[in-house]
């Protein structure tokens, strides 16, 4: 699977994306916190992550407080390769 690489994504974009899509292709619906528990990075981190993904729409806001983040149809696309790198780009 080849994912579109854009310049200002990290390896650790893609830990956020794909901990929201680890439940075997059924998305996530979590906090920060929780993120933070499952995966190796600091919770200031994760929080900054979060919001850099939500701009483009690679995750979005969930619940009636909008405090959980879930990862849209445009997420998993990128996830599959199936996202076109100019489309982040211009983002």
Do not use: C
């Not at 650790?12 to 996530?28: M, R, Y």
């Not at 906090?31 to 850099?52: C, G, Q, W």
């Not at 996830?79 to 982040?88: H, I, M, P, R, T």
């Amino acid at each position: 699977m080849r994912r579109p690489r854009v310049e200002w994504m990290t390896r650790a974009d893609d830990t956020i994306l794909e901990f929201l899509l680890s439940d075997g292709n059924k998305p996530l619906n979590a906090p920060p916190t929780f993120a933070e528990a499952n995966v190796d990075y600091k919770i200031s981190h994760i929080r900054n992550l979060m919001r850099k993904l939500h701009d483009p729409g690679l995750i979005e806001y969930y619940g009636e407080d909008l405090r959980l983040y879930r990862i849209p149809d445009l997420g998993r696309d990128y996830l599959s390769g199936q996202l076109d790198a100019d489309y982040l780009e211009v983002i």
